[in-house]
């Protein structure tokens, strides 16, 4: 999850450990840092191990409660040619025990402390994480050290995981039509080997030739101390963690990290239009996705140019008072509509439209629309209370990241684990208000008006022949 997206569902994010039966009586609410200051938004202390493993704290006093985040710099954008979905299958494969920890034992252990712990994979990291009772955080970190260090990968168990992993992928893409039409149209794009192209999950075909030998390869590689980052935030002081992690983590046996090697984004996109047609879809989908720069990557080099895609996106379409849902919902053509780009991507990002079609209104009327919007943007540019509107609505968001346990590791470890600087966590806000009206109609230009896209439909019904979505 980036920092884009934790501010999107922090206040969704796992809140049972907070509760006032874990209060602390003795210790007053800390006062939230003010969106926009120059104050640091978590303060955040940061060192490294000999072994190469970052450790960050991120304290807090407001209830007695740690989150011990481990991220590794490896994802779905680091799967091999033709092994797609492997970072994820070894995800799953990490729970089947530890040198000094038995199978299952791990989550038995942080369960009956009363906590939570799981994992997730995305395209540029893997994650394992627990939410324990704040003197709870030796055992999970003793336990997540070990399967750092040792993890047994048991060949009897990777078959059956396998089909828990292709059950997974039929239970979210293969049985849901916008799934499938969402994964299709990002290999229209990117194409179906680019790492953007790729779903994380895997293609099935894929994760039906992955085999022990390629998840000990990926381990190997991509899970060495210099590829990590450890982040801790909750009610934890700096002189334990430093302890605990010198106990635990430092034994880890340093070892050579291979580097990200990503693949530039395709000159053209590969399939500029794609429409698909599906007798259970009930309402029509339309989808845009241009090429764009993130803060790891540009085709000038100039990465700052993500900040000011922020603001072109939450002005297109961030809710009501954007220029999408004024055109498309509005006027009754559509009874949703968004813009999303995230910048904190190793690699190229996107910045995508999407709007559902209301029942009765003729497609090439809605996309009509949306050009038009388009076009509106790149002849005019953004005005003042736009800009002034995005800034205030994003950096606003950062409050609800203070508030959430799980948001703020989640955060600082999306930003770590792509290379780029604490203190671009730290001071995001003021990078925002600095962007001005010319660099957001620049931004708009160099991407809406010239970056290599693909426009999609998913219309319900059986295909025309004619290849028309109307």
Same mark, same amino acid.
């Given at each position: 999850?980036?920092?884009? +997206?934790?501010?999107?569902?922090?206040?969704?994010?796992?809140?049972?450990?907070?509760?006032?039966?874990? /209060? !602390?009586?003795?210790? /007053?609410?800390?006062?939230?840092?003010? @969106?926009?200051?120059?104050?640091?938004?978590?303060?955040?202390?940061?060192?490294?191990?000999?072994?190469?493993? $970052?450790?960050?704290?991120?304290?807090?006093?407001?209830?007695?409660?740690?989150?011990?985040?481990?991220?590794?710099?490896?994802?779905?954008?680091?799967?091999?040619? &033709?092994?797609?979905?492997?970072?994820?299958?070894?995800?799953?494969?990490? =729970?089947?025990? #530890?040198?000094?920890?038995?199978?299952?034992?791990? !989550?038995?252990?942080? @369960?009956?402390?009363?906590?939570?712990?799981?994992?997730?994979?995305?395209?540029?990291?893997?994650?394992?994480?627990?939410?324990?009772?704040? !003197?709870?955080?030796?055992?999970?970190?003793?336990?997540?050290?070990?399967?750092?260090?040792?993890?047994?990968?048991?060949?009897?168990?990777?078959?059956?995981?396998?089909?828990?992993?292709?059950?997974?992928?039929?239970?979210?893409?293969?049985?849901?039509?916008?799934?499938?039409?969402?994964?299709? =149209?990002?290999?229209?794009?990117?194409?179906?080997?680019?790492?953007?192209?790729?779903?994380?999950?895997?293609? *099935?075909? *894929?994760?039906?030739?992955?085999?022990?030998?390629?998840?000990?390869?990926?381990?190997?590689?991509?899970?060495?101390?210099?590829?990590?980052?450890?982040?801790?935030?909750?009610?934890?002081?700096?002189?334990?963690?430093?302890?605990?992690?010198?106990?635990?983590?430092?034994?880890?046996?340093?070892?050579?990290?291979? @580097?990200?090697? $990503?693949?530039?984004?395709?000159?053209?996109?590969?399939? %500029?239009?794609?429409?698909?047609?599906?007798? !259970?879809?009930?309402?029509?989908? =339309?989808?845009?996705?241009?090429?764009?720069?993130?803060?790891?990557?540009? %085709?000038?080099?100039?990465?700052?140019?993500?900040?000011?895609?922020?603001?072109? @996106?939450?002005?297109?379409?961030?809710?009501?008072?954007?220029?999408?849902?004024?055109?498309?919902?509005?006027?009754?053509?559509?009874?949703?509509?968004?813009?999303?780009?995230?910048?904190?991507?190793?690699?190229? &990002?996107?910045?995508?439209?999407?709007?559902?079609?209301?029942?009765?209104?003729?497609?090439?009327?809605?996309?009509?629309?949306?050009?038009?919007?388009?076009?509106?943007?790149?002849?005019? &540019?953004?005005?003042?209370?736009?800009?002034?509107?995005?800034?205030?609505?994003?950096? +606003?968001?950062?409050?609800?990241?203070?508030?959430?346990?799980?948001?703020?590791?989640?955060?600082?470890? #999306?930003?770590?684990?792509?290379?780029?600087?604490?203190?671009?966590?730290? =001071?995001?806000?003021?990078?925002?208000?600095?962007?001005?009206?010319?660099?957001?109609?620049?931004?708009?230009?160099?991407?809406?008006?010239?970056?290599?896209?693909?426009?999609?439909?998913?219309?319900?019904?059986?295909?025309?022949?004619?290849?028309?979505?109307?």
């Amino acid at each position: 999850m980036t920092r884009r +997206a934790a501010l999107c569902t922090a206040a969704a994010l796992p809140t049972a450990l907070a509760t006032p039966a874990l /209060a !602390s009586p003795a210790l /007053a609410p800390e006062p939230a840092p003010k @969106a926009g200051t120059d104050r640091p938004l978590f303060g955040a202390v940061t060192w490294t191990l000999a072994n190469g493993l $970052r450790v960050v704290l991120a304290e807090s006093r407001r209830v007695p409660v740690a989150a011990h985040y481990l991220f590794y710099a490896a994802g779905a954008g680091e799967d091999p040619h &033709g092994r797609s979905g492997l970072a994820h299958f070894l995800e799953h494969m990490m =729970f089947k025990g #530890s040198r000094n920890v038995a199978p299952g034992a791990f !989550s038995l252990a942080v @369960a009956r402390e009363g906590g939570q712990d799981n994992a997730f994979t995305s395209r540029d990291v893997t994650a394992y994480h627990q939410h324990v009772e704040a !003197s709870r955080l030796a055992l999970v970190m003793r336990m997540e050290a070990d399967r750092f260090a040792a993890p047994l990968i048991p060949a009897d168990q990777v078959e059956p995981e396998r089909a828990v992993v292709l059950e997974e992928r039929r239970q979210r893409t293969d049985s849901n039509p916008r799934a499938r039409f969402f994964e299709a =149209f990002a290999a229209a794009l990117w194409g179906p080997q680019h790492w953007h192209g790729r779903p994380v999950i895997g293609w *099935e075909d *894929e994760i039906r030739a992955i085999t022990r030998e390629d998840m000990l390869g990926f381990y190997e590689r991509r899970y060495a101390p210099a590829n990590a980052v450890l982040i801790v935030a909750g009610d934890v002081r700096e002189a334990t963690l430093r302890r605990l992690a010198e106990e635990f983590y430092a034994p880890v046996p340093a070892r050579p990290a291979a @580097a990200r090697d $990503r693949a530039p984004p395709p000159a053209a996109a590969r399939e %500029p239009r794609l429409i698909h047609h599906d007798p !259970s879809v009930r309402e029509a989908v =339309f989808l845009r996705s241009f090429v764009a720069p993130s803060l790891t990557w540009a %085709p000038q080099g100039d990465t700052g140019q993500a900040w000011a895609l922020e603001l072109v @996106a939450h002005l297109l379409g961030s809710g009501p008072g954007s220029r999408l849902y004024r055109a498309l919902v509005e006027t009754g053509l559509a009874t949703g509509a968004g813009c999303s780009y995230d910048g904190e991507v190793a690699g190229a &990002g996107s910045l995508g439209i999407n709007a559902t079609l209301r029942p009765g209104i003729a497609p090439e009327r809605l996309e009509a629309a949306v050009d038009a919007v388009l076009e509106d943007l790149l002849q005019h &540019g953004p005005t003042e209370a736009e800009r002034e509107r995005a800034i205030r609505q994003i950096t +606003a968001g950062a409050l609800l990241t203070l508030d959430s346990l799980g948001g703020v590791p989640r955060l600082l470890g #999306s930003v770590l684990s792509i290379g780029l600087p604490l203190d671009l966590a730290e =001071f995001w806000p003021r990078r925002l208000h600095a962007v001005t009206l010319a660099q957001i109609a620049d931004a708009a230009r160099d991407v809406v008006g010239r970056a290599p896209h693909t426009t999609g439909w998913l219309l319900p019904g059986t295909p025309a022949r004619t290849g028309s979505p109307a």
